[in-house]
């Protein structure tokens, strides 16, 4: 628990004094989307995450694609929220507006015997409970009993962003919500109900660990990836988009053609002879004619 305090600690104070905080989380979000599904048995490429994101995606969205983009969105406006009133929602961890729960249920299977405001009052008792615990080992609680009385009949993937949300209600985290979804696929340890209170709780501090190491590195990344390009913007023209495109690749995982355009309302080859001028650490993702992204390495 001492380790994972400490990691989580030294992230969020150096996000706090980052210029590449947005950037950061921006990132961390989608990463964080697709790891989530991921928990869920969904396998969802990040590139088709991002790229529907944008609107410049043209394959076929399969569900799972559907599902990770709400969870992109809900962890977004968690990022922007209030911690404290999220978490209180009817449904915790999202704003509550009158037609969420209406369309989210459309076309599910829902058992009225699950008693869901009855589960949801016991969650709210257990944080009630740790209120007086260390902020690292309450998240862990608030976790694992969102899995133990699940609340929502299809919303067990909720538990690592209210997890965060916790942490960051408790002010151990100020500057992002923590990607703990993103530490659970660094991490060794998977949670099964026939583990014990103690072994799921110490494999929760693992993921918070992983994740506060991970984030981190990107963050490591980006700032060097900031130092080299600096250069070259300063080179540029008053009203050049290049300095628009760099906030770009800086905030996304990576970025195609069409959706760099989209953004910087210019032309695709506008883009891609800016992409052209750049140089390490901007490089071609996919190897492909079609479809190419690009993003810093």
């Known amino acids: ?54 609107g410049a995606y043209t394959g076929p969205v399969a569900p799972e694609l559907s599902s990770a983009w709400h969870t992109l969105r809900t962890w977004r406006h968690a990022q922007h929220g209030d911690a404290a009133i999220l978490l209180r929602g009817g449904h915790p961890g ?14 599910l299977l829902h058992d009225p015997a699950w008693d869901e405001p009855a589960r949801l009052a016991a969650w709210r008792d257990v944080l009630d409970e740790s209120k007086r615990l260390p902020p690292i080992l309450a998240a862990a609680i608030a976790w694992d009993a969102w899995h133990i009385l ?19 209600a408790r002010r ?31 494999g929760f501090l693992q993921w918070t660990i992983a994740a506060a190491m991970r984030a981190g590195k990107d963050l490591d990344a980006l700032a060097l990836a ?24 800086l905030s996304r995982p990576l970025v ?13 080859q506008a883009v ?4 052209r001028e750049f140089g390490p650490p901007v490089r071609e993702l996919s190897g492909r004619r079609r479809y190419r992204v690009w993003g810093i390495l």
């Open 172 to 202: 151990k985290t100020t500057a992002l919500l923590l990607p703990i979804a993103t530490g659970r696929r660094r991490a060794k340890y998977r949670r099964h109900p026939a583990h014990g209170t103690g072994d799921r709780l110490a």
């Open 150 to 168: 699940q609340p929502e009949q299809r919303g067990v993937w909720r538990a690592p962003l209210l997890a965060a949300l916790l942490l960051k």
């Open 272 to 275: 891609q002879a800016m992409l």
């Open 94 to 107: 999202e704003p509550e507006t009158p037609a969420t729960a209406p369309e989210r249920r459309s076309g």
């Open 256 to 268: 195609s053609a069409p959706m760099a355009a989209r953004a910087l309302r210019v032309s695709q």
């Open 1 to 54: 628990m001492a380790s994972a305090e400490d990691a989580v600690a030294r992230l969020d104070e150096r996000l706090r004094r980052s210029p590449l905080a947005g950037g950061l989380n921006a990132r961390l979000a989608f990463g964080e989307a697709c790891a989530i599904r991921l928990a869920e048995g969904e396998l969802v490429h990040l590139e088709d995450l991002v790229l529907f994101d944008a």
């Open 226 to 249: 900031e130092t080299l390009l600096q250069p070259r913007l300063a080179r540029t023209r008053r009203h050049s988009r290049l300095g628009a495109l760099v906030s770009l690749l």
